[in-house]
């Protein structure tokens, strides 16, 4: 007998820190899958092509969504992403942890198709330190952070509206992490996702 899967989406305004506690969990969790998604733009710095994103071509990507390669697919800052269905079809075959990395729209797609989906909001402290951090990264013009501010709002809403179960403050990383640990954890223990040995007696 084995686990249920588990779908874990995990969403968050940029530069809290989502990824890396996205990744952390995958570690720590044998057999657990992070669903990598494809996109249109090119590597940014030193990401990887397989480990970052899959990166592809336009004709690719169409091609994809006529053969109904993805569970979700949107069009961002004139790019294309989407999220393979193949990821859910193993964690589903293997009974598996997997974890999207994907903004809310694409969480509420995920958990229309897959209603026993659970989605975790990864928030700052508050939007002063979003702004701190973002401007210690050094990677962004002001009107480029002004827009991720701006975006790290209306995400914030978007999420509350689309009743995320979870919300994760990533003030101090230990501690989001073991939140994120402890959501696991206790979404292997909700009724009826643990297989149960016959002779008690239960459905």
Same mark, same amino acid.
């Given at each position: 007998?084995?686990?249920?899967?588990?779908?874990?989406?995990?969403?968050?305004?940029?530069?809290?820190?989502?990824?890396?506690?996205?990744?952390?969990?995958?570690?720590?969790?044998?057999?657990?899958?992070?669903?990598?998604?494809?996109?249109?733009? #090119?590597?940014?710095?030193?990401?990887?092509?397989?480990?970052?994103?899959?990166?592809?071509?336009?004709?690719?990507?169409?091609?994809?969504?006529?053969?109904?390669?993805?569970?979700?697919? $949107?069009?961002?800052?004139?790019?294309?992403?989407?999220?393979?269905?193949?990821?859910?079809?193993?964690?589903?075959?293997?009974? $598996?942890?997997?974890?999207?990395?994907?903004?809310?729209?694409?969480?509420?797609?995920?958990?229309?198709?897959?209603?026993?989906?659970?989605?975790?909001?990864?928030? #700052? #402290?508050?939007?002063?330190?979003?702004?701190?951090?973002?401007?210690?990264?050094?990677?962004?013009?002001?009107?480029?952070?002004?827009?991720?501010?701006?975006?790290?709002?209306?995400?914030?809403?978007?999420?509350?509206?689309?009743?995320?179960?979870?919300?994760?403050?990533?003030?101090?990383?230990?501690?989001?992490?073991?939140?994120?640990?402890?959501?696991?954890?206790?979404?292997?223990?909700?009724?009826?996702?643990?297989?149960?040995?016959?002779?008690?007696?239960? #459905?």
């Amino acid at each position: 007998m084995s686990n249920k899967p588990l779908l874990l989406i995990l969403s968050a305004p940029s530069g809290t820190g989502k990824t890396t506690l996205a990744r952390r969990l995958v570690a720590a969790n044998p057999g657990a899958i992070f669903s990598v998604s494809y996109t249109t733009r #090119p590597p940014r710095g030193d990401e990887k092509d397989g480990a970052d994103y899959r990166f592809v071509s336009e004709t690719t990507f169409q091609k994809l969504i006529a053969d109904g390669a993805f569970v979700e697919w $949107a069009h961002v800052h004139g790019h294309h992403y989407g999220t393979p269905r193949t990821v859910i079809e193993e964690a589903e075959k293997r009974g $598996a942890l997997a974890i999207f990395d994907i903004d809310v729209q694409g969480g509420e797609t995920i958990k229309r198709a897959h209603p026993e989906a659970v989605r975790a909001l990864i928030l #700052p #402290p508050s939007l002063a330190e979003l702004e701190r951090r973002l401007r210690a990264r050094s990677t962004d013009d002001d009107a480029t952070i002004r827009r991720r501010l701006h975006a790290a709002r209306i995400e914030i809403r978007l999420a509350r509206a689309a009743g995320y179960e979870y919300w994760v403050v990533n003030d101090d990383l230990e501690s989001a992490y073991a939140d994120l640990e402890a959501i696991v954890r206790a979404e292997y223990c909700r009724a009826g996702r643990r297989p149960l040995a016959p002779d008690l007696g239960l #459905p």
